[in-house]
């Protein structure tokens, strides 16, 4: 087995991070918005009042800066998976590769047409057409998200595939198992569902910025109202898709779960941390991080994963160093396990070379008894708890995402209700706290994502392929410039946005003589 250069997988994983976070800066918003303006614009049709126009427009012009930045972050991301991580792109392309060309043929296609008329086929097109076309922007800028989702649950739970040991690839055997993956379908609903309500905070947070200016206030008490009941509606179902995922995360998932929760030993009855502060770790047990401070809900954590409050969760020593009375091996008899079956795939490829089919044949009936292990192998001579992922930041990442959201339904309640019955603009201390909430969903929807990604590592494939067996070996140094060089980038690109995003702001919206004329 190769030398492995921690600090190339170290570099190639921070540059693909950096992409990936900046990336999701702007998609969430770009999900949620497309069908806010759908439903604004389906108001303007359905009453001819051009106020709901106007609406639609303004909302209409912020969606499109946010959505041509996207798109320029998101076609980079795809090619480091070539630049980066060649080898996890050899190892499971042909499966990795269908729901991107899908989502690439299809959902694409669908944004970059009906979009066009969106934004430039008011009056050129009748009324129903282009809310045709805005829905249809709305349905394709989601399903580009269900495809992409469907390929990063798969990296989570691989399904509906084989691997073929004469090319040393999983190929596709069931396209249905990847596309219904339990994970896929949960972490879809729960993705795009926080991404409806990020866009109605913005909503909300940028009309109450007009309401404390005093300016537009039919317009932002309009845009208020729609806004807040649907991301009511949106905040509710992320927090039930949420509550799903987990017991998704826990049954297939396991070290990612006590990570979230950081739970070291494995409890019947066992309590959810609700909020807690780690302190220094103890020198007895440097591998584990100890609560300062924590507050507990009792036989909660057991109830959320399996539904069953006297369900036993496992916790991290106990996949680490196996628990032989709950059935769970050991990271080291798995990582031995996944030695065999490395061994035995260079066995089979050697004796087909030398056409000993015997020999080919029983090194592959061994790959097969141990390849549930592979990714293991990789880690043979080395600690295990190499194989654990960083519990501090899945930790708070985890609780800073769930504290929000609930924030965020509650904030949303009050709003609506408040503007339901026009007494919002009297509560200027709940429109600034609406306005300076919109960095705060944001920073909720990247905490989301680190839960996502820190918490499998170091799977790249879960329990198949870890990141030191997926990245390129390229030189450590061209990384680290374009890690930088993005990061220059994509940090112009995103204060180019607020900047533009700030300008249309302040300058309101604003209806023209020909925008009115049909």
Do not use: C
């Amino acid at each position: 087995m190769q030398q492995i250069d921690f600090s190339l997988v170290d570099w190639s994983r921070a540059q693909f991070a950096l992409t990936a976070m900046y990336h999701w800066i702007f998609v969430p918003l770009t999900l949620g918005l497309s069908f806010i303006l759908a439903i604004m614009e389906s108001i303007y049709v359905k009453t001819g009042n051009p106020e709901w126009k106007k609406i639609t427009k303004f909302w209409m012009n912020l969606f499109g800066i946010n959505f041509a930045i996207g798109v320029a972050t998101g076609i980079i991301l795809e090619f480091e998976f070539g630049t980066n991580w060649s080898n996890y792109s050899w190892f499971v392309g042909d499966i990795f590769g269908a729901p991107l060309a899908i989502e690439g043929i299809m959902a694409f296609f669908m944004e970059s047409t009906f979009i066009a008329i969106m934004f430039f086929g008011w009056n050129k097109v009748s009324k129903k057409a282009h809310l045709t076309a805005t829905w249809l922007t709305a349905i394709g800028s989601n399903l580009s998200g269900l495809w992409i989702l469907v390929a990063n649950s798969w990296m989570q739970n691989p399904v509906g595939m084989a691997f073929n040991p004469d090319t040393a690839r999983n190929e596709m055997h069931n396209f249905s198992d990847v596309l219904f993956n339990p994970v896929a379908m949960n972490k879809f609903l729960h993705t795009i569902t926080s991404g409806y309500l990020l866009a109605a905070i913005f909503v909300v947070g940028v009309s109450s910025w007009f309401l404390l200016k005093k300016r537009e206030e039919q317009f932002a008490m309009k845009s208020i109202i729609v806004a807040s009941l649907f991301g009511i509606l949106a905040a509710v179902y992320t927090i039930f898709s949420g509550d799903e995922s987990a017991r998704v995360v826990a049954k297939h998932q396991p070290m990612k779960f006590a990570a979230m929760e950081a739970l070291y030993d494995g409890q019947q009855n066992a309590p959810l941390v609700a909020v807690g502060f780690f302190g220094s770790p103890s020198p007895e047990q440097p591998n584990q991080q100890q609560f300062a401070l924590k507050f507990e809900i009792p036989n909660m954590l057991s109830y959320l994963a399996f539904l069953d409050a006297n369900a036993f969760v496992p916790g991290i020593r106990d996949l680490v160093h196996g628990n032989e009375e709950r059935g769970i091996i050991s990271y080291k008899e798995k990582i031995a396990k996944g030695k065999v079956a490395i061994d035995a795939l260079a066995a089979y490829k050697n004796a087909k070379k030398a056409k000993n089919e015997q020999e080919a044949a029983d090194a592959l009936k061994v790959f097969k008894e141990n390849f549930n292990y592979f990714g293991y192998g990789y880690y043979f001579g080395k600690d295990p708890h190499m194989l654990v992922p960083n519990v501090k930041i899945s930790f708070y990442a985890f609780h800073t995402m769930v504290i929000l959201g609930g924030f965020f339904l509650v904030l949303l309640i009050y709003i609506y209700f408040l503007a339901r019955n026009n007494k919002l603009q009297d509560k200027r201390w709940l429109l600034w706290t609406a306005l300076w909430t919109i960095p705060l969903v944001y920073l909720a929807q990247q905490a989301g994502w680190v839960v996502a990604e820190v918490g499998r590592q170091p799977w790249v494939i879960q329990d198949l392929m870890p990141n030191i067996a997926a990245v390129s070996q390229i030189d450590t140094y061209s990384v680290q410039i374009t890690f930088f060089l993005f990061l220059l980038v994509f940090t112009a690109l995103l204060i180019a946005e607020i900047k533009i995003m700030l300008t249309t702001v302040r300058k309101g919206p604003e209806i023209t003589e020909n925008s009115t004329k049909k």
